[in-house]
């Protein structure tokens, strides 16, 4: 095997199951050889501004990431030198002066986000690419659920955002990535193709 990370890039709309994909494939593969990388982690930090003004960011929108700075660290992940991953504050909208400091080296990585594949550069210096393909109403629910328990806000507002950012956001930026994808799943169960053929792909790589 190319003693070089295997970096695959895992997009899809938000609440299609990104995360839990990722985590799936943790737990059922050897954990101590995978590394999930959040893009979430590359928000842009919003300190020089005022709470009210950070809200009303849209951040649905790929200029809300430093895709520079990804892409940097995705270099130096590649060449196995230590890297450090910014820590993004979802309540206060910046990033906390800890970084998470990676310095074990891990035969694939998992870079999971709506914006996984977004950028240009990034999207060609990655490995493999992953599609979540879920219908809206399911996102849309699991949406929902996850705002009102880990993101501490209203049912009204998450809706009012789900509206006005995340669906015309995902159409215009997200949704378009599944042509540029190399692999697209449906479901993570054994009877869909896309995921039968990235978990023997990751086991390969890792057993080799």
Not at 118 to 138: A, C, E, G, Q, W
Not at 149 to 166: C, F, L, P, W
Request: proline share 4%.
């Amino acid at each position: 095997m190319n003693n070089k990370p295997y970096i695959i890039g895992v997009t899809g709309g938000s609440g299609s199951g990104k995360s839990f994909l990722c985590q799936k494939i943790i737990n059922e593969m050897d954990k101590d050889k995978i590394l999930t990388i959040l893009v979430d982690s590359y928000y842009k930090d919003l300190s020089n501004i005022s709470f009210q003004e950070r809200e009303k960011n849209n951040f649905d929108h790929p200029s809300s990431i430093e895709f520079d700075l990804l892409y940097n660290h995705l270099l130096q992940l590649k060449q196995k030198q230590p890297t450090e991953i910014p820590i993004y504050n979802y309540k206060t909208h910046t990033r906390d002066k800890e970084t998470n400091t990676i310095n074990k080296k891990y035969p694939i990585i998992l870079l999971e986000g709506i914006f996984a594949l977004y950028d240009n550069k990034i999207r060609h210096f990655l490995d493999n690419s992953v599609f979540i393909d879920v219908p809206n109403k399911l996102r849309r629910e699991r949406r929902l659920i996850r705002d009102k328990k880990s993101r501490a806000r209203t049912v009204r507002s998450i809706k009012e955002q789900y509206t006005k950012m995340v669906m015309p956001m995902y159409e215009k930026h997200v949704k378009p990535m599944k042509k540029k994808s190399n692999i697209i799943i449906k479901k993570f169960e054994k009877n869909d193709n896309g995921y039968v053929k990235l978990m023997n792909q990751i086991k390969k790589i890792i057993n080799d």
